[in-house]
């Protein structure tokens, strides 16, 4: 796979905020099937001055929302990496916005 297609978006929230500001952490949605090594790969190579230090992955259930009085949805399953960088290396994710 290409790594655009292993990382699909950063996680913004104010907890991953805190995170990239404190812990040096950033948070992606990644593609079902990419495991640590694909997501390593992948950040390295879309931001060439970063070195990963670790990973986590944790799989996010499907859960059901409920929209007026009977509809409900269904919002689908996806797949969470948290990637801890090597201090000195930073993601600028909204440059020049």
């Known amino acids: 796979m290409h790594w655009r297609d292993i990382i699909r978006r950063p996680v913004v929230t104010e907890k991953s ?3 990239a500001d404190i812990n040096n952490q950033y948070t992606f949605v990644v593609h079902p099937r990419a495991n640590k090594l694909q997501v390593k790969q992948a950040i390295e190579l879309a931001w060439p001055n970063v070195r990963v230090e670790k990973i986590r992955i944790a799989n996010m259930p ?3 929302a409920r929209r007026m009085r009977r509809v409900t949805v269904r919002k689908a399953s ?3 990496a948290i990637v ?3 201090p000195g290396s930073r993601i600028d994710l909204f440059e020049g916005v």
């Open 17 to 19: 905020n805190f995170l």
């Open 62 to 64: 499907a859960k059901r």
């Open 78 to 80: 996806w797949k969470k």
């Open 84 to 86: 801890t960088l090597q």
